[in-house]
């Protein structure tokens, strides 16, 4: 659920990033197996000051997105495109930019400045077996020498943030390797 996220208190030896952020997950609107790209974008518009969350529920805000930008990879079954993600923020004010590669990532995250990224996951299985592809929306907020800190989900081992992000859903929808951050 909505909430403050911090990389605990205090953070790991050679932690750079935000402090804390506001997280939206999916649990926070109602397409829950479908909307973590409307989460990431929420998060990181309240990051921006274009959300107030304190002031408004997040259930409400998280149902407004939905309706306004639904997922729509496949009608949604899919989840949500990098398009969309971009269209929720843009209607917010919020440009983005692509950006690529890890140490780019670590630049920006290193600055106070989050990243939307996308990483494959286990789409669920057919049959009970064979693995499915899926993906998965996050906000970057920090690192350490071990961990990227994501939103909606938590720290994630720097070697599975890697085949995460070289994964097959990532590279459908344009987003292997890359990230997404607001224009200055």
Known sequence: MAGMVSPGDP???GFQGLKSIFEFTNY???LVRT???QAAAATFLTFHGKLAPTRARPDRIMAAIEHAC???NM???FGTSRRCVTRICR???ILLREIAGEQ???AELA???PVIVMLGVCGGRLFNRIALPGGHWMVAYGFDPDNAYLTNHGPMPWDKFRRGWAGFVPRLIGMRGKGLVAVS
């Open 104 to 106: 780019a990532i670590r």
């Open 91 to 93: 209607r917010q004010g």
């Open 70 to 72: 639904p997922p729509d």
């Open 35 to 37: 909307n973590c790209g």
């Open 111 to 113: 600055q106070g400045r």
């Open 11 to 13: 953070p790991l030896a």
């Open 28 to 30: 926070d609107g109602a």
């Open 75 to 77: 009608g949604g079954l």
